[in-house]
Nanobody
C-alpha cells in the first residue's frame, strides 16, 4: 500500500508559478513510477508528467517547457514545478504511484489560475 498526500495548490495569477508536492508513505525508490495528473471541471483526467524510479521523465505536450517533475528520495516526495501558468491549467492536480502493478492515487490539490 502507498498513501499519497498532495500539497502546494492555490490561487495564482496568469504567468505565475507553483510547486506541487506529493509525499509518499514509503520510499519512492521502491515505486515503479509516479505521476501527476489533472482534471479540470467537466473534463477527463489527463496526464501531466511522470517520473520513474530510475529518474526518467515524461511530459504531456501541453505542458512541455513549462513544467518539471522531480523526486527527492530522502523525503519520499515528488514535486511538480509549474511555470508560466495559464487559466487553462486550472484543475485539480492528483499524484499517482504505481507499485507492483497497482495504482494508488492521492486526494488532489486544487490549482486555480486567475487574475
Amino acid at each position: 500500500q502507498v498513501q499519497l498526500v498532495e500539497s502546494g495548490g492555490g490561487l495564482v495569477q496568469p504567468g505565475g508559478s507553483l510547486r506541487l508536492s506529493c509525499a509518499a508513505s514509503r520510499s519512492i525508490l521502491a515505486i515503479t513510477y509516479m505521476g501527476w495528473y489533472r482534471q479540470a471541471p467537466g473534463k477527463q483526467r489527463e496526464l501531466v508528467a511522470t517520473i520513474t524510479n530510475s529518474g526518467n521523465t515524461g511530459y504531456a505536450d501541453s505542458v512541455k517547457g513549462r513544467v518539471t517533475i522531480s523526486g527527492d528520495g530522502a523525503k519520499n516526495t515528488v514535486y511538480l514545478q509549474m511555470n508560466s501558468l495559464q487559466p487553462e491549467d486550472t484543475a485539480e492536480y492528483y499524484c499517482k504511484a504505481r507499485s507492483l502493478g497497482v495504482d494508488y492515487w492521492g486526494k488532489g490539490t486544487l490549482v486555480t489560475v486567475s487574475s
